[in-house]
């Protein structure tokens, strides 16, 4: 049977006697139901419906950035060994921990009473801004001066998963949507041919809390992140068979559409709209997407620049993939690397091997795409942010009293860095303050939430009136918490 003669037989059971007594039995009642409610198939709970969910919209106010590229090193980083820097933390190396710093606190692993443990790296100043950064990120001291730290961030859970669910999507529990699909359903996308979110993946897993990380939760699903590869085809099942040309398939998607939208005429489901967006989607995807992700095409001076090694997967591929889609009007371009959860348990784990390998493979690229960003005049309009789910500890790890064998600190959930840099964002400043061993804030303490009102503000969004209606009341992206930290405000 074909498409167009299921459409046909669905048409006819429409007006058979018993779908006629079903209908008209409960017409009445969802009639005056759906009058107060505002549904209909122009309306959702989300007010009118636009025919193409993915149509670029209007922000609240002007905009200063227009897209993000949003850096999540998966396993959480030791801001210890990176930016914060703590000359006071060295002399206390190898003695105990004062139980001042252990009591009422909550840890993942530590127990009893571990050992402090000193900076495991040298510590540098840099540009007319005088940031302090450690010589794990070499290339990365070169570009200070566009960054603004945020040295005193804080999240409310100390565990993978809910921490990264937490920073992406407002909730540690699943079933919200990310950040890149609040972006996507708000502001739309600037591409046709391209999703307004895209999420790449390195370091050889996905992070703790899974795909969660970009999904569309109770939104629409044609805002979902949709997850490329820097390998092989850049989709999964983005191809063709070998029987179907390009004249097939526009038919078959017609044929498909149609069918969508005669459902969507008697059912009014926002998500048939998604539906027919997709297949859309899918269709121009099939020609922009390759072309976009093909880094081959780029000049031997960018490989060199970023380190790139073009048909493998890697953080330099993917920091290269990512200025390519925001130069074609990708919204939200999400990286995760993973591989940075350094408890000391392994060398591969510790703070002096695996955790040095890591920052080699960061920093270049890194350092790279803010340098290039910054030459093809696409900083000024594209916010960069960078960090973790949480924080590392000032104390060695141990476990079950015992010291491990390399150096490693456990997870840490009340002071963290974080850093912001590009549209809008004044660079060369740091914000917040911790204590002297890097244990508590002292000042200018910040919160997720408060990342999240401040991306989105930038994106020309009050996060308080970035709503959608669920389960009987409206949600946000920050929760009920949140401010625009304007210290870094440009």
């Not at 193409?52 to 959480?76: E, W």
């Not at 020609?287 to 970023?306: A, N, R």
Request: proline share 5%.
């Amino acid at each position: 049977m074909n498409l167009r003669q299921e459409l046909y037989y669905r048409q006819l059971r429409q007006q058979t006697r018993r779908t006629f007594i079903k209908k008209a039995l409960g017409g009445a009642g969802a009639l005056a139901l759906g009058s107060l409610l505002g549904c209909g198939p122009e309306k959702t709970g989300a007010g009118l419906l636009k025919k193409n969910p993915m149509a670029a919209s209007a922000s609240h106010y002007a905009p200063k950035a227009k897209r993000v590229i949003f850096l999540h090193m998966a396993g959480a980083p030791s801001q210890l060994e990176l930016f914060d820097y703590k000359p006071a933390l060295q002399k206390l190396d190898g003695k105990l921990c004062p139980d001042s710093l252990l009591e009422g606190k909550r840890f993942a692993f530590i127990q009893g009473v571990p050992e402090m443990l000193g900076p495991q790296a040298k510590f540098s100043q840099h540009g007319e801004s005088g940031a302090w950064v450690s010589d794990n990120m070499p290339y990365f001291q070169n570009t200070v001066d566009e960054v603004a730290f945020l040295k005193a961030m804080q999240t409310d859970e100390f565990n993978h998963a809910p921490a990264q669910l937490l920073l992406h999507t407002g909730s540690p529990r699943l079933g919200r949507p990310g950040m890149g699909s609040w972006v996507a359903y708000g502001l739309g996308t600037e591409n046709d041919n391209l999703p307004g979110f895209i999420v790449l993946v390195s370091g050889g897993n996905t992070p703790s809390g899974g795909k969660s990380l970009w999904g569309n939760g109770f939104l629409p699903s044609v805002y979902q992140g949709v997850q490329c590869r820097s390998q092989g085809d850049p989709v999964l099942y983005l191809s063709d068979p070998s029987f179907m040309d390009r004249k097939m398939k526009r038919k078959t998607i017609d044929a498909i559409n149609e069918l969508n939208e005669a459902a969507y005429a008697e059912m009014g489901s926002p998500e048939i709209l998604s539906r027919i967006a997709q297949y859309e989607m899918a269709f121009q995807m099939q020609t922009s997407v390759p072309e976009v992700m093909d880094i081959s095409k780029e000049p031997d001076y960018v490989h060199h620049m970023y380190g790139t090694e073009p048909g493998k997967t890697s953080f330099a591929n993917n920091c290269l993939l990512a200025r390519r889609l925001v130069e074609q009007g990708v919204r939200f371009v999400q990286l995760y690397d993973w591989g940075w959860d350094t408890h000391g348990t392994s060398a591969e784990g510790g703070l002096n091997e695996g955790f040095k390998d890591k920052c080699r493979q960061i920093d270049q690229p890194i350092a790279a795409l803010l340098a290039d960003l910054k030459q093809r005049g696409l900083l000024e309009d594209t916010l960069v942010v960078w960090g973790g789910e949480f924080g590392r500890t000032p104390m060695q790890e141990n476990r079950a009293g015992a010291k491990l064998p390399f150096a490693g600190r456990d997870h840490h959930r009340d002071a963290f860095t974080m850093w912001l840099a590009g549209a809008g964002i004044k660079g060369g400043v740091s914000h917040g303050e911790t204590d002297e061993l890097g244990y508590d804030p002292i000042s200018g303490a910040t919160h997720v939430h408060d990342l999240q009102a401040t991306i989105l503000h930038l994106l020309g969004m009050n996060h308080e009136r970035m709503t959608y209606p669920f389960q009987g009341r409206d949600f946000r992206l920050t929760d009920v918490h949140g401010h625009v930290i304007k210290e870094v405000l440009a």
